[in-house]
């Protein structure tokens, strides 16, 4: 069936630094990429996401990549800071359905 | 606005109690979600609604019961419960587009449940 790969299953990265966590896709239909940030006790909040048609994408601090013919996309973060400390989700979502296919998730870790 | 709220934010029952959770959304969408997300793991889809219509029933066990009684509403009424079900249950809310259907997906915060 349909996965998506995420890795690195953790990351700790020193503040100021840029971080970059990379998702595969097996779907070939898949068309939309939302990326979520999860703090402890939330739920997951979009803070970017790309469609087929588009190569990157970028909001401030935050960029994603989406390379289709390799099927994966990159979540970018530059300058981080300790609140960007959370769980991020890729996740991939083929037109006509409903479902998002979860990566599994990386926790990234800011240290000040 | 993208809110999505949820209630209760906690929530502890026994095996044999009911009970319901409860999510609101008032940015007219027409799709609605319910996941189960557990500990160190990402979200998985139990029950998918477009307009107000059940689309989706990823085999959930019948101890749970959703129900959309409107646009804006959706309820997951809970009944006989085990243990393992202790989760955080998330609703999420997107557009509906008959022809894709493709379209982000707003979560709210979550109900955390603890069955004793």
């Known amino acids: 069936g349909e996965n998506v790969e995420q890795h690195p299953s953790t990351l700790s990265v020193q503040e100021g630094d840029s971080a970059v966590i990379k998702c595969t896709y097996s779907d070939s239909a898949s068309n939309y990429f939302p990326w979520y940030k999860q703090e402890l006790g939330k739920g997951p909040q979009l803070i970017i996401d790309i469609r087929s048609n588009v190569g990157e994408k970028k909001d401030q601090r935050i960029a994603v990549t989406l390379n289709k013919t390799a099927k994966h996309f990159s979540l970018h973060i530059t300058e981080t800071q300790p609140e960007d400390s959370a769980v991020y989700f890729c996740?991939?979502?083929?037109?006509?359905?409903?479902?998002?296919?979860f990566g599994t998730g990386t926790r990234l870790k800011v240290l000040a | 606005d993208t809110e999505v709220t949820q209630t209760p934010k906690h929530l502890v029952m026994g095996m044999t109690n009911k009970k319901s959770l409860k999510c609101e959304q008032h940015?007219?969408?027409?799709?609605m979600y319910w996941y189960k997300q557990k500990a160190k793991k990402p979200p998985e889809l139990m029950f998918v609604y477009s307009y107000e219509k059940l689309s989706i029933n990823e085999s959930v066990p019948s101890r749970f019961s959703p129900e959309c009684p409107n646009s804006s509403l959706l309820n997951l009424h809970l009944h006989a419960l085990q243990p393992e079900d202790s989760a955080l249950y998330l609703c999420?809310?997107?557009?509906?587009?008959?022809?894709?259907?493709?379209?982000?997906?707003?979560f709210g915060p979550g109900t955390r449940l603890t069955v004793l």
């Open positions: 999420a809310s997107s557009h509906y587009n008959s022809g894709s259907r493709t379209d982000t997906q707003y």
């Open positions: 996740a991939a979502l083929s037109s006509g359905t409903y479902k998002y296919i």
């Open positions: 940015m007219g969408h027409r799709a």
